[in-house]
């Protein structure tokens, strides 16, 4: 069964800490892995991760992909209050698109 | 109204009743999907189409019905509905990578 793990659950910072989020799969084929943020309403796509080592970065958010450990890191530095939702990384295991998700990280910032 | 749309945006049904959640696109994208959100479980795939009038499983299908008759709607449907399906329930419409999420709809089941 495809899993994915997300750690932490949740957390709180204070604004202009630096944030990293973890993600962890076992899938039985890995296509690409892919970060949601979701505030009070519908997730929207932050990035999607295909090869391992190379980071992709949006602003003050990055992430990386390690194939051979199956593992995501997303970080987030010198954080706001507007940085505050719940981050949720996918698995896409099959083509077509399905997405395995795991469980959310929830993300408080604090002013 | 461009994007993806969902409705109702809140429901409340009684055990056994039969609901359906409508779903609209208007980007002509051609894989749509139905997720379930529960806290501490993330989202869970219900239901996706690949393309009109093909439909398929996801993790979570049973008590669910869906057709797509139509390249820009995707209703689903709960048969009977149960307790355990009170959720927030979410559309999607796919520009690969991308999911293009809609509002939700939170359904509970008395």
């Known amino acids: 069964e495809d899993k994915v793990v997300q750690s932490p659950l949740s957390l709180v910072v204070h604004e202009g800490d630096t944030v990293t989020l973890n993600c962890s799969y076992e899938?039985?084929?890995?296509?690409?892995l892919l970060w949601y943020k979701q505030e009070k309403k519908a997730p929207t796509f932050l990035f999607m991760l295909?090869?391992?080592?190379i980071e992709k970065k949006s602003g003050r958010l990055s992430s990386i992909l390690d194939k051979k450990e199956l593992f995501s890191i997303l970080n987030i530095t010198a954080t706001q209050t507007g940085d505050s939702a719940v981050y949720l990384c996918?698995?896409?295991?099959?083509?077509?698109?399905?997405?395995?998700f795991g469980a959310g990280t929830i993300l408080r910032v604090k002013s | 109204d461009a994007g993806i749309t969902q409705s109702p945006r809140y429901k409340i049904t009684e055990t056994g009743r039969q609901v359906t959640l409508m779903c609209h696109q208007t980007?002509?994208?051609?894989?749509m999907f139905w997720y379930r959100q529960d806290l501490g479980h993330g989202l869970r795939l219900i239901y996706y189409?690949?393309?009109?009038?093909?439909?398929d499983k996801g993790e979570v299908p049973d008590g669910y019905v869906v057709s797509r008759s139509k390249t820009e709607n995707f209703p689903l449907t709960l048969e009977s509905a149960t307790r355990s399906q009170t959720s927030v329930y979410f559309c999607?419409?796919?520009?690969?990578?991308?999911?293009?999420f809609g509002p939700g709809t939170r359904l509970t089941v008395t």
């Open positions: 999607a419409s796919s520009d690969y990578p991308e999911q293009y």
């Open positions: 295909t090869s391992s080592g």
């Open positions: 996918a698995v896409e295991a099959e083509y077509g698109n399905k997405l395995v």
């Open positions: 189409s690949a393309a009109a009038d093909i439909t």
């Open positions: 899938v039985t084929n890995f296509r690409s």
């Open positions: 980007w002509s994208h051609s894989y």
